[in-house]
Each structure stands twice: as structure tokens, then as C-alpha cells.
């Protein structure tokens, strides 16, 4: 049995797919898995039902930070690992209402430690041995880069400029700490911007490809001349189930795919890719609803990921590329309206109107 916080969200629900593919295609049995998750506005059980159905994933629906529903699950369910992808995910929601921020990702996380370290203290023998507790973090936390700096490395200073970038530094710090002090078995990973199915569309991708097919406008931030690192969120999977195998407890890894884009052609990509597959009725082209809206406040530059580490360590290499990645991504979006029907309910437009009315360039 592992335990896997936030998996009926983007990066934990594509994980629990990921987990049950990878064994079959092994010819294994995957462990069952546990899903901890508050299903807030970002969680969606649709995306893993096909697990839930099967009985291989059982879901309890409760708060990283109340810690008795943690000390429940993890007495009811005896994990032999916890994956911790919970967490509030969103810059722009953020910088709106940084206190859930605060809440989830550095209360919840001290929270989910302190019980996940009375539960292993509690074990012996192969079980303690074995037991590992696996941070899922993020290449914000190292703040922006200038066009000509160097990539994030494990050693690049700390610098999150946003309170989500600011919160997960917190958490990361307090895992840190977890296995300096306690000697508690953590591995974390701080991953570039990932993209794929599930992903909900408050984020620059799957918002690009719903707002063209609904004819809306697509709204650039600023000069377009951002830049993020993308990685195809199932070459993250595979590197955290690599690092699960053979990380060394108290390492970081930080997970990228060299794959540098600015955002303005992430969305001319998305355009064209629709234009081939669901060309629009009046002939026009996706790139005539683009729209440059008012920036991000203290909008990071660029973010880029240097993965030598997980590469020589681990021996990870992602499997996508961002144009084999991006063509499976819009084509999961064309293809999977009824997920898409359950994310975009009534609290769906509130942010939309609350992010984007006042924006308008
Ligand atoms: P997401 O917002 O899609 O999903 C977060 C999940 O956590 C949801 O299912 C939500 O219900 C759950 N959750 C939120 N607060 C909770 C709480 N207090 N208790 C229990 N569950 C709670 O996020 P994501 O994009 O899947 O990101 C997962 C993790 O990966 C996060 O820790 C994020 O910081 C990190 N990360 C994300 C990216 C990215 O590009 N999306 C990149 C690098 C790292
Ligand atoms: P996002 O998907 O929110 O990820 P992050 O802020 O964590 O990198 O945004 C990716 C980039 O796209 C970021 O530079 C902000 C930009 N962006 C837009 O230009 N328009 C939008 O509507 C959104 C949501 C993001």
C-alpha cells in the first residue's frame, strides 16, 4: 500500500495512472494505493474513477493539516511510502488569497510530517528501512532567471517570489530539516512547469486550448516573452517513481526536460495544433483570438531547469518532446469533454472573472 497526498489532482491523479500502467506494462501487480486528498476546487475524483471502481485506489476525503484523519489513514492503511503532492498550486490564486496557500502547503506539510514521523518511528525492521516520504516540489521556489543565467541547479539559492512559491519553499525547507534532525527518509523533487491531461484549466495550457475552442480570447500576460520549462506530466511520474527506487534519502532532484519556450509560442503551438485537428467553421485562424492582457504582479521571467543530477544519478530521461507532448495534450482536451464538463463548474467562472475582468489589454 503507498499513500499518495493530492492524487486526484493534475501531477497525483496522472501519478496513480502512471503507478497502475507502469507495474502491468512490467508484467507486475501495482500496490494498491490510498488517495488523501480535501478535493478542493482542484481535485476531481473523475480522474482516477477508473481506479476507485476497481478497488485498487480507495480515497479518504480529508485536510493534510487535521491530523487526526492523517494518523487514522496511516494507522488504517500501514503505507510503506507516502507521496506528497497536496498542495495549492496556483500563482495567480495566490497572489488573490495567499492564505490557503500558507495553510496547505507549510501547515499541512509540518502537519503530514509530524504524523508521517511518529508512524515511522513506530516501525522496525525492513519496514522502517524501507520507508521513504517523497516531497513533490517546484523549480519556483528558485525564483526568476535572467535570459542568460545559468539553469536552476540543487545548489541555486532559494528566491520564491510568489506566495506559492514562498509556501513550497517552506514545505521544502521543513523536509529538509525532517531528515537533518530526525533523520526522517525524505527524498524531495522540484519539477519545471508540467502539461498533459487532467490538468485543470486555470493554467496556461489547457486554458489556451478551452478558451480557442470556445472561440474566447486568449489572454497573454504581458509581453508574451515569458519563459518556462515544460515537461510532459508522465515523464514527471516516472521520474518520481525513479527516485522512489533509488534516491538517496535527504537528496533533492530537480526534474526538467530542457525544454525552454517562451509563452507566446506555447500558445501559437496550441493554435496551429487546432487548426490542424479542429479547424475553426469561419476559416479564421486560433491566432486571431490571442490577447495581450495586463501582466502577473512580480511575473517570474524565466524558469529553467538543469537535470543533470536525476540524469547521472537516477539515470531519468523524459520520454516526450514538447511536440509530441503538446499534439497528446490537445488531442486528451478534443477528446475528453465530460471530465472537462465536471471542472468547469459555477466556482470554475468565479476565478475567471475574478483573474480576468479588469485585465483586459
Ligand atoms: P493541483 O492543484 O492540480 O492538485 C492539488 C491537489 O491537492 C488537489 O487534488 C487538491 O484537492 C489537493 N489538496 C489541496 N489542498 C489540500 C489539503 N489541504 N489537504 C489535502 N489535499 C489537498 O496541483 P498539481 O499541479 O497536481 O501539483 C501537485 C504538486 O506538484 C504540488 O505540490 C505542486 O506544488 C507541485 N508542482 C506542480 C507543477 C505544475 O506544473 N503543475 C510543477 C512542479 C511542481
Ligand atoms: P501557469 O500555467 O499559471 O504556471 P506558472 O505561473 O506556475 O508558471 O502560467 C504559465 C505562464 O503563462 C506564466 O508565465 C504565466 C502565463 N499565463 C498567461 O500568459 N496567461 C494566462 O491566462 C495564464 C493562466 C498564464
Not at 493534475?10 to 502512471?18: A, D, K, P, S
Request: charged letters at 20%; a negative charge; aromatic letters at 10%.
Amino acid at each position: 500500500m503507498i499513500l499518495i497526498t493530492g492524487g486526484a489532482g493534475f501531477i497525483g491523479g496522472n501519478f496513480v495512472h502512471h503507478w497502475f500502467e507502469r507495474a502491468a506494462a512490467n508484467g507486475l501487480q501495482a500496490e494498491p494505493v490510498v488517495v488523501f486528498d480535501k478535493l478542493t476546487y482542484a481535485g476531481n475524483p473523475a480522474t482516477i474513477a477508473r481506479y476507485l471502481q476497481s478497488g485498487q485506489a480507495t480515497l479518504v476525503q480529508a485536510d493534510i493539516a487535521d491530523r487526526e484523519a492523517v494518523r487514522t489513514a496511516l494507522a488504517t492503511h500501514l503505507p510503506r511510502l507516502i507521496v506528497h503532492f497536496a498542495a495549492e498550486s496556483h500563482v495567480d490564486r495566490s497572489i488573490h488569497g495567499p492564505g490557503e496557500f500558507i495553510h496547505t502547503n507549510m501547515v499541512g506539510t509540518f502537519s503530514l510530517l509530524e504524523e508521517a514521523r511518529a508512524y515511522w518511528g513506530a516501525l522496525e525492521g525492513d519496514a522502517k528501512a524501507a520507508f521513504r516520504f517523497l516531497h513533490v516540489s517546484t523549480d519556483e521556489v528558485y525564483g526568476s532567471l535572467a535570459d542568460t543565467d545559468p539553469a536552476f541547479s540543487e545548489t541555486t539559492p532559494y528566491a520564491p517570489n510568489s506566495p506559492y512559491s514562498a509556501s513550497k519553499a517552506g514545505s521544502d525547507h521543513l523536509v529538509r530539516a525532517y531528515h537533518h534532525t530526525y533523520g526522517f527518509p525524505t527524498l524531495t523533487t522540484n519539477c519545471s512547469n508540467n502539461y498533459g491531461p487532467y490538468h485543470f484549466p486555470e493554467k496556461l495550457i489547457p486554458l489556451m486550448i478551452l478558451n480557442a475552442l470556445d472561440g474566447k480570447p486568449l489572454p497573454v500576460y504581458g509581453d508574451g516573452l515569458n519563459i518556462r520549462d515544460w515537461l510532459f506530466v508522465r515523464d514527471h511520474c516516472e521520474a518520481i517513481c525513479q527516485v522512489l527506487d533509488k534516491g538517496r534519502c535527504g537528496e533533492t532532484y530537480n526534474v526538467g526536460g530542457i525544454n525552454e519556450i517562451k509563452n507566446i509560442d506555447v500558445v501559437t503551438t496550441i493554435c496551429r495544433k487546432l487548426d490542424a485537428l479542429r479547424p475553426r467553421a469561419d476559416g479564421t485562424k486560433y491566432e486571431s483570438l490571442i490577447t495581450y492582457v495586463a501582466d502577473r504582479p512580480g511575473h517570474d521571467r524565466r524558469y529553467a531547469i538543469d537535470p543533470t543530477k536525476i540524469q547521472r544519478e537516477i539515470g531519468w530521461q523524459p520520454a516526450e518532446t514538447f511536440e509530441s507532448g503538446i499534439d497528446k495534450t490537445v488531442r486528451w482536451y478534443l477528446e475528453n469533454t465530460e471530465w472537462i464538463d465536471t471542472v468547469r463548474s459555477g466556482a470554475y467562472r468565479e476565478w475567471i472573472a475574478k483573474n480576468y475582468s479588469g485585465r483586459q489589454g
